[in-house]
């Protein structure tokens, strides 16, 4: 099982209550009200709420994307099928990546994986980090990165709040991604090296009770969140 602790429902004083925790990672002080489901046949499903009681200090580790997502849509009271199209596989950095993350002014991340992988490779935690998006600063916050700016956009955003807050002169910028890249920011004047730590590989099979659900026609809508996962699905329905 997996529990999320629901915003608005932990004790006062409780300044993490509202996230996502795993049960079983030392993840709750005090106490927090729970949804817990099972995910072993992939459905979301509601079981109970319940206080689990902790220890005081806690190490909190968030779920992955999609926990969100779910937990969103079952608060509207839809029921959610997880189909994961990819695997994440966090690569291991390449020789030089201790020299070219200490000779970067600032690290640039396109996606929550790659805050991820960031994390994997380096215990530096103080370089300043420019992200795409809110969700992918909010996952570097949560992985203990300590200046994290969100462009709030797509990689043309990413490369606008490069120009604007940083100096070309100041040294290069260093933008970790995954093996495959749909928009690579480029900051005219600016020097940007790429290094790939992370790789989503995709999918052989739906799961079986993604493949149920579209056999019984009882999905009403399917949602995709980028180009490459639409044609995954597409390839693993034909």
Known sequence: FRAVAIPGTGRAGFPDHGAELFVGEHVNPRGWSALVFSEGDNVFRTIRAETAIGIEQPQIRRNPDWERDLIALAARGHQAVIAPLFSVQILHPPDDFGASLAACQAVLLTSANGARALAEASEQRSKPVFAVGDTTAATAEGLGFSSVTSASGDAAAL????????DSAQGPLLHVSGANVADQPAADGFEVKRVVLYEARQAEVLPDSARAA?????????TFFSPRASQAFVQLVA
């Open 214 to 222: 579209l056999a019984a026609r009882a999905v009403d809508v399917a």
């Open 159 to 166: 490369a606008e709040l490069v120009r604007q807050r940083l």
